[in-house]
C-alpha cells in the first residue's frame, strides 16, 4: 500500500511539472503562492523554536536490511529555515521554471529527476526523519516518465523515439548517480550515496564482506545496483506502463 501511495503521489506530481503551461491560469497562480507562504512560515516559524533533535541517514540494501551511514544533528530552528529555504526554492522553479531551456521529453525528465536528486540530498544533510526523506526517491518516477514518454511519442508519431527516450533516460540517470555516489563515497560525505561504511551486507540471506574503499565495495553497492538493478526496473515500468500508453494514445490519434 505505501509503495502504491508514493507511485500515485509523485505521478500527479509529475503530471503537473510536466504540464504546467497547460493548467488553469488560476493553478499556475496559487500554486507558487502556497510555496512561498509557506516558505516565509519556516522563516518567521524559527525565532521561536526551541531545542535540538538529532536524526539517523542509513540506506537500505536488498530490501529491509538498514545500515546506517551518518547521524545529523540541527536546531529546531534550523530545521524551520532549511525547509523554509527549499519551499522558496520550489517557489522560484514553479514561477519561472518554465523559462529554462531544453524543453524536449527527455530533457523534462532529466530535469526534475536532477531536483528530485538535489532535494533528497538536501533533506538529509538537513536531518529530517528518514521516512520523510526517502520519500524523495527517482525510483517513484519510473511510472509517470514510463507513461510521459509513451505519450509524447504517440503525439509525434515516432515508436523509436519511446524507446530511445525510455533507454536514454534509464542510463544517463542511473550514470549520474554513479558518479554521485563514487564521489560521495570516496570522499566520505554521507547521505544515502555514501557506502563508505558499509562493509558487511546480506543479499538474498547470503553475507557479503568487502574492504572499505575496494574495487568490490563499489562494484557490488553502486556499479551492480544501479547499471542492472534499477536500469532494469525503470525499462521494466516503461515498458508494462510506457508501451500500452503509447499504443493507446497512437490508436486514439488515428480515430
Known sequence: MDLLIRFTFWSLVAGLVL????????AQTWIPRVLLFAGLLGFAAAPFLQGHYAEEVALYIAGPNRYPVENVQR????LSVGIGFALLVLYGLARWGHRLPWKSPLASAFKFTLVMIILRVYLEKLGVPLSVAMFFGIIWLIVPFGVY???????VGSQKKFWLWLFSYAFGVRAFVIVVML???YFQLGTHFDNSSVTTFTVFG???NVA???????QALILFPQLFLWTSATLLAGLIFGWPSYWLVSRRRRT
Open 149 to 155: 514518454f509513451g505519450v509524447e511519442a504517440a503525439k
Open 75 to 78: 536546531s529546531f530552528a534550523a
Open 19 to 26: 504540464r504546467w503551461i497547460k493548467l488553469p491560469q488560476a
Open 206 to 208: 547470503k553475507v557479503q
Open 183 to 185: 564521489i560521495a563515497t
Open 212 to 218: 572499505a574503499g575496494s574495487w568490490e565495495q563499489y
